[in-house]
């Protein structure tokens, strides 16, 4: 069964310090990766996106780390700021024979960032 | 690039009736729309999928007579909740693909908050 499981569930920082998100999947075949931020009522909007060959991917003060051996993912953020105060959402993607992609959403990391 | 909007934003409606919230690809072509569902501290739930022009493909345990979809264009995708009851009141979102962007690159509208009072 195709999973994808986050750590911690909830994270609360002072403004300013850096953190980093866990996934881990069970996700098979593998065809990509997601980071997704969501704020409160609001849509996911997409942070970075990985597939297998790819290692590392930064976008702006977001660094997401892709391990397919291990099959874990990291999503770093630099110098938190109030307005990252999100979900931050793992979404993993498998290729079936069809070549449709079967998507599996993490539940999410809920992070408040604090002055 | 790549927008995708729903209207309404949010519903309240009473129960019995049915609600219709449209998914709309503003800037690409969406050959594929995505409908999910969200619980509150929960992780969406994809509901159906469809494709334009074809019937909806729905996840198991999604009634599809309660949950119509409707993608008649490659811009609009409509979800109605039919005869509504509060049990599906929840935060509904839809997400759009298109054809000539990256194939595994999903677009998420805003998402429409629904209350069946």
């Known amino acids: 069964k195709n999973q994808v499981e986050q750590s911690p569930q909830s994270l609360i920082i002072l403004e300013g310090k850096n953190c980093t998100l866990q996934c881990n999947y069970t996700v098979s075949p593998f065809s990509n990766l997601r980071w997704y931020k969501q704020d409160t009522g609001r849509g996911p909007v997409s942070l970075t996106i990985m597939t297998f060959s790819e290692n590392t991917k930064s976008n702006g003060r977001y660094t997401a780390t892709l391990d397919a051996d291990t099959k874990q993912s990291s999503l770093h953020i630099t110098a938190s700021q109030l307005s990252d105060s999100a979900s931050y959402i793992c979404?993993?993607?498998?290729?079936?024979?069809?070549?449709?992609?079967?998507?599996?959403f993490g539940i999410g990391t809920k992070l408040q960032v604090i002055p | 690039g790549a927008v995708v909007s729903q209207h309404p934003s949010w519903v309240i409606c009473k129960s019995g009736t049915s609600v219709k919230i449209e998914c709309r690809s503003l800037?690409?072509?969406?050959?594929?729309m995505f409908w999910y569902r969200q619980f509150p501290k929960q992780s969406l739930m994809l509901m159906a999928t469809s494709n334009e022009g074809s019937k909806a493909t729905y996840e198991q345990g999604v009634e599809k007579d309660k949950f119509l979809i409707n993608h008649a264009s490659l811009t609009l995708s409509t979800l109605t909740v039919t005869s509504a009851h509060p049990e599906d009141s929840s935060f509904y979102i839809c997400?759009?693909?298109?054809?000539?962007?990256?194939?595994?690159?999903?677009?998420f509208g805003p998402g429409t908050r629904l209350t069946v009072t």
């Open positions: 997400s759009a693909r298109s054809a000539s962007r990256l194939a595994y690159e999903q677009y």
């Open positions: 979404v993993v993607s498998a290729r079936n024979s069809g070549g449709y992609q079967k998507v599996t």
């Open positions: 800037d690409f072509q969406a050959t594929t």
